[in-house]
């Protein structure tokens, strides 16, 4: 019997959102379990085809994998599953036209961070024409592909790009393996979704390529080469060489950087504007300014990107993000389609979704709040019809989160930084409440966003007051934070967490005597340090993957940080082994692991290249015989956590860790 699109997506939104009853209701005040917060998602990333009749998402499937699956918006049909794998999440996936999709692999859990091997597939919406692209470690559930020609790249190929013709075609780029020439850059080629075949779009491009510039059609333009800390941009001339553009320090970046070309042959691009990075329309011939910025975000640099309509030619709006996400159209029609959508959901955020957005049967929209996982709804925008696609988990509900804010800190020297302020579950009610501040990885990233985030949410669930601080190093606020942070790992960026703290307890939001530092990647070094230093401030810290040795970045063989950033990235940001020698000792918790006398939660995978094992291992034999330690090792995670297994057990271990040293939230 065919029932209705509409009937269709109802059951889907109420099979996805959880909403049948379990067999035995939880408490209304028992916070949601670990399960549920860190599960995959029963939906991600709803895409529409390029006319917006297929909508292709990533759902649940068996094994607590993502799979991939297309749902025919007029025919119907109930989703179809189209692809996937037995012990990896299908973590993007793309319509090249209308008829074919391309997807890629992921060992993270929200799907946001790629393997060396995530591979690149092909398959048509309904699930015939499956062919792999490029080779990757893992094995997919279908052997449909055995009887066509292998002509599968290697596993140092990515996609780089879905151009806008409608084809068959994808870009991929080639990254150079360690055994290549240091002068081998990255490399481009045009790939056959359907034969494999490759067409070369390299030849002849000067050596030390890092990036490429693409037309709004997929066409090089220009490309960027990075030597000894340094920039070069050349430019296409109508002769297929390459000339050179301009040059910039490649970690300062003063000039213009060119990010879009249009129709017209309009450039686009970011540079910096009173302290903070803007969009400029750019002169093609020098790549300089022509006029004021198009796009200013005070407070924030520029961290967007632009609604481009391929069929209509047309740049319709564009998306940044300052405090939270946001949309300025600049076309009428979808100025006005926003409007009505914010208009009947008020309280989110609303990111309206679309490749050719003006003559789309559908758009997808993704209803963000700090509060609740992101839900997702279909608007027909002939009859403005809104339908519900997923809503967030039941067990997730909004009464069990906190809310989320930016403020402003102003450091011991006077720099104003932004601290994402997380309330335990219920707010804050008068009375001071055990805080962790939880320090991002990276350190040169934007590290926080507003939207819900889980390992914030449920430190929140259970009592605790989160502190994220975007300290000094941090990216997309400014110029003037971004280089206090250079060469001080351990000194002025570990002072601004110190800081945070201290503010929180101005407010009197934060109790100073239940306070824990934690963190992963570089947040796992800082919390380490926090031990070492800071132990007059944190009664405990937890750090899972950390860097505990500076030197051991620089000087180990066998991660998978570049070369180019061990000799002039590291030197310059981080610290310098020939001149800073003894400033690496005084920073470097491993060399001062005698010093620490708070209680520690550390825990490695077995199988990170970013910050390897003996990071840990070298840390956790260097500590004094009686230092209060819990210590684990998941054997088959890398640099962050994959398997729901670990989730869990790794936040019980935070959970239980926390409860002990802090006491129990009030």
């Not at 020939?578 to 550390?602: N, Y």
């Not at 684990?632 to 729901?644: C, K, N, Q, R």
């Amino acid at each position: 019997m065919r029932t209705s699109t509409g009937t269709w997506l109802a059951a889907l939104a109420i099979g996805l959102a959880g909403a049948a009853a379990p067999a035995e209701a939880a408490p209304a005040a028992a916070p949601p379990s670990i399960t549920a917060f860190f599960k995959r998602p029963p939906l991600r990333a709803p895409k529409l085809s390029p006319s917006g009749r297929y909508l292709a998402i990533q759902m649940a499937g068996k094994r607590d994998r993502m799979w991939l699956a297309v749902l025919d918006l007029q025919a119907m049909a109930p989703p179809k599953v189209v692809a996937g794998f037995n012990d990896a999440d299908i973590a993007a996936h793309h319509w090249v036209n209308e008829d074919r999709l391309v997807f890629q692999v992921s060992d993270s859990p929200d799907g946001s961070t790629r393997v060396m091997a995530e591979g690149l597939w092909a398959v048509d919406r309904d699930g015939a024409g499956f062919r792999q692209l490029i080779s990757s470690h893992k094995s997919f559930i279908s052997n449909d592909s055995s009887r066509i020609a292998d002509r599968r790249l290697d596993i140092n190929w990515t996609l780089h790009r879905v151009p806008p013709d409608g084809g068959n075609e994808v870009i991929v780029q080639r990254r150079r393996w360690s055994t290549d020439p240091e002068a081998r850059g990255v490399q481009l080629a045009r790939l056959d979704t359907r034969t494999g075949l490759t067409r070369n779009l390299s030849a002849g491009v000067p050596d030390h390529v890092s990036a490429w510039v693409l037309d709004w059609r997929g066409e090089p333009y220009a490309v960027e080469t990075f030597l000894a800390g340094r920039s070069r941009f050349y430019k296409r001339d109508a002769e297929g060489a390459w000339q050179p553009w301009f040059e910039d320090d490649g970690y300062s970046r003063r000039q213009a950087w060119p990010t879009w070309i249009g129709p017209d042959g309009r450039v686009l691009g970011t540079r910096g504007h009173r302290g903070y990075t803007a969009l400029f329309e750019l002169d093609p011939g020098t790549g300089t300014p022509v006029e004021a910025p198009l796009v200013t975000t005070p407070g924030y640099d520029y961290q967007g990107r632009l609604v481009f309509d391929p069929a209509a030619r047309r740049l319709l709006g564009v998306r940044f993000e300052t405090d939270a996400p946001g949309t300025v159209w600049l076309d009428p029609a979808m100025k006005a389609v926003q409007a009505d959508i914010d208009a009947r959901l008020p309280g989110t955020v609303n990111l309206v979704e679309c490749s050719r957005c003006l003559d789309a049967m559908h758009l997808v929209v993704t209803a963000l709040s700090d509060r609740q996982p992101a839900a997702y709804y279909l608007y027909t925008p002939a009859d403005q019809r809104l339908q519900k696609l997923a809503t967030p988990p039941a067990e997730l509900r909004r009464d069990a989160m906190g809310q989320r804010d930016y403020h402003r800190v102003t450091a011991r020297d006077g720099l104003a930084f932004p601290v994402l302020v997380t309330q335990p579950a219920g707010g804050l009610k008068g009375g001071r409440v055990p805080t962790v501040v939880l320090v991002h990885g990276g350190p040169y990233v934007r590290g926080t966003h507003w939207a819900w985030e889980r390992d914030a949410q449920f430190l929140a669930s259970r009592g605790y007051l989160v502190l994220e601080p975007e300290f000094r190093g941090s990216t997309g606020y400014g110029a003037k934070l971004f280089h206090a942070g250079w060469k001080q790992w351990g000194l002025a960026m570990q002072d601004d967490l110190a800081d945070t703290l201290a503010w929180a307890v101005g407010q009197g939001w934060a109790d100073p005597a239940r306070a824990c530092i934690m963190g992963a990647s570089y947040g796992g070094y800082a919390a380490l340090m926090g031990a070492v230093t800071q132990g007059e401030l944190f009664k405990c810290a937890v750090n899972w993957v950390g860097v505990t040795d500076i030197g051991l970045m620089g000087s180990i063989g066998w991660s998978d940080v570049s070369e180019e950033w061990k000799q002039y990235g590291m030197k310059r940001l981080v610290a310098d082994p020939d001149t800073d020698a003894e400033q690496m000792r005084r920073t470097s918790p491993l060399l001062r692991a005698g010093e620490i006398r708070m209680p520690l939660l550390m825990a490695y995978g077995g199988e990170d290249r970013r910050v390897p094992i003996k990071h840990g291992r070298d840390m956790k034999a260097a500590l004094r015989p009686d230092q209060p330690l819990e210590w684990v090792v998941y054997p088959d995670e890398g640099h962050g956590w994959f398997d729901l297994e670990t989730q869990q057990d790794f936040w019980g271990r935070v959970e239980r860790f926390l409860a002990r040293h802090l006491g129990p939230p009030d």
